[in-house]
């Protein structure tokens, strides 16, 4: 009799088992990697306005900012990246009319990571020996823990010593100022909201479902530039996903307040994504997000699909196909999804 029964209790945990992996692999994954790219470089002025206003009071932002994308490629490749994260140098130019070169660095991840100061001054380091200029460090952190805090890096020995400090802004710290993130007009606000309330909600996608409802209403009564709605509404699809069945009901739920609005949400932002001038930029980014994506899911997709991928030039059918990659359960659907999107 106890054989019977430790056979049953066997079967009954290899079936509860194989329903949580079955759940797992419905839920799409959050993407905070992507959807903190998709907004940095876009929304620049808007983040250090946000996290670091006194930087952002000394910048001129009526002058040209510049992405100093190979020269941040080379520090990461020199330094070891690691873990996947959200790297971006810029060049600036000050009010008192000198220039600053600033790395912002964000990272999410769910344990500590000891290296993480070394690769800031690493960094840091190997961008001022290749090209002699002062390098202003940033780092926003996304981590669940509340006491690591990591703002320096020195080494030494004998009596010498070398070392750096930067500024870090943790995100996890908002939590107890939902209110007066409800309250900001700046989009930083909303992000940080949509993340906090994705990580909340990690294990309840109907709760996550009325909260991504909530915040995409929030955006279109914000008053925020058209262009910002765009690249906001790209942020929450990628750090709040939602099961096919509830994203059903939230694109219904926004079609409800399209009609009780009498204003297309939807058909707005797809016209912006295609507006003259962002095409390019636009492209590049979602681009990058889908195939960043497709990494990470797919470990092993093969050179012709990545191809075929980078092949797509449309920013709008992109996106389409990040969301089809955060849903497949296979790489047939992967492909499936382009073949559609391409036509």
């Known amino acids: 009799m106890r054989a019977r029964g430790s056979v049953k209790t066997k079967l009954q945990d290899q079936e509860q088992f194989y329903a949580r992996r079955n759940d797992t692999m419905r ?5 905070f990697n992507n959807g903190w790219l998709s907004v940095v470089r876009p929304l620049l002025q808007y983040l250090f306005a946000f996290f670091f206003t006194d930087v952002h009071k000394a910048v001129d932002w009526d002058r040209p900012v510049e992405f100093l994308d190979k020269e941040m490629e080379y520090a990461v490749r020199a330094a070891g990246k690691g873990k996947k994260t959200v790297d971006t140098l810029v060049k600036v130019w000050l009010k008192s009319g000198e220039q600053a070169w600033m790395l912002i660095h964000l990272e999410f991840q769910n344990q500590i990571d000891v290296t993480f100061p070394s690769r800031m001054f690493s960094y840091n380091a190997l961008t001022y020996i290749r090209h002699h200029v002062d390098v202003a460090s940033f780092a926003i952190l996304g981590d669940p823990s509340p006491s690591w805090r990591p703002d320096h890096f020195d080494y030494g020995a004998f009596g010498s010593s070398t070392g750096m400090t930067f500024q870090v802004v943790k995100l996890l710290d908002y939590r107890k100022r939902l209110e007066e993130l409800e309250r900001s007009d700046n ?6 909201l949509a993340h906090l309330r994705s990580v909340a909600t990690s294990r309840n996608p109907r ?6 409802e909530h915040l995409t209403i929030k955006l279109h009564e914000s008053g925020l530039p058209q262009e910002t709605m765009v690249d906001l509404q790209r942020f929450l ?7 096919i069945d509830l994203e059903r009901e939230y694109q219904q739920a926004v079609k409800d307040y399209e009609r009780r609005t009498k204003v297309p949400v939807l058909t707005q932002w797809e016209k912006m994504a295609r507006q003259e001038g ?11 997000i889908a195939l960043d994506l497709l990494d990470d899911r797919f470990s092993q997709a093969p050179a012709s699909l990545r191809e075929k991928l980078t092949s797509v030039s449309d920013p709008a059918k992109l996106q389409q ?20 999107a391409k036509r």
């Open 207 to 212: 709760k996550r479902r009325r909260e991504k």
């Open 27 to 31: 839920r799409p994954r959050d993407d």
């Open 321 to 340: 196909i990040v969301k089809a990659i955060s849903r497949a359960e296979s790489l047939a659907e992967v492909e499936h999804a382009l073949d559609v």
């Open 278 to 288: 962002r095409q390019e930029g636009q492209q590049e980014i979602a681009l990058k």
């Open 237 to 243: 699809e990628l750090v709040m996903p939602l099961p």
């Open 187 to 192: 989009p930083f606000a909303l992000a940080v």
